[in-house]
């Protein structure tokens, strides 16, 4: 499964970026998909989790920021974040599971919220 995110940029606080994901060469099909994020020091962390039913999961610092959707039938998740902060500045990481457990990671994408 290769995994091709992008999307990460340089936005100033308040700012939007839109990252996307997608997923191809899977055998079965994808059940989860989801963001995570690690900062400079930090532990990678879950930001938003979506399932192949549509249900979602965010990370506290994000509720209400961001929104997480996906397209199944492209195997593509998107991630709208709004209201920029300067502590979203991470790599954005996306990370997928198909039905059968497989995990596969893709590569990060800078995100940088900075006035």
């Known amino acids: 499964v290769q995994l091709q995110a992008f999307g990460g940029g340089f936005v100033q606080p308040g700012g939007s970026l839109r990252l996307s994901c997608a997923a191809s060469g899977s055998r079965f099909r994808i059940f989860a998909m989801s963001w995570y994020r690690q900062a400079p020091g930090n532990q990678r962390e879950l930001v938003a989790r979506?399932?192949?039913?549509?249900?979602?999961r965010y990370a506290d610092s994000v509720k209400g920021r961001f929104t997480i959707s996906r397209d199944n039938a492209k195997n593509t998740a998107l991630l709208q974040m709004n209201n920029l902060k300067p502590e979203d500045t991470a790599v954005y990481y996306c990370?997928?599971?198909?039905?059968?457990?497989?995990?596969?990671w893709g590569q990060g994408t800078q995100v940088t919220v900075s006035s």
């Open positions: 979506i399932n192949i039913t549509g249900s979602t």
């Open positions: 990370y997928v599971v198909n039905r059968l457990g497989d995990e596969y």
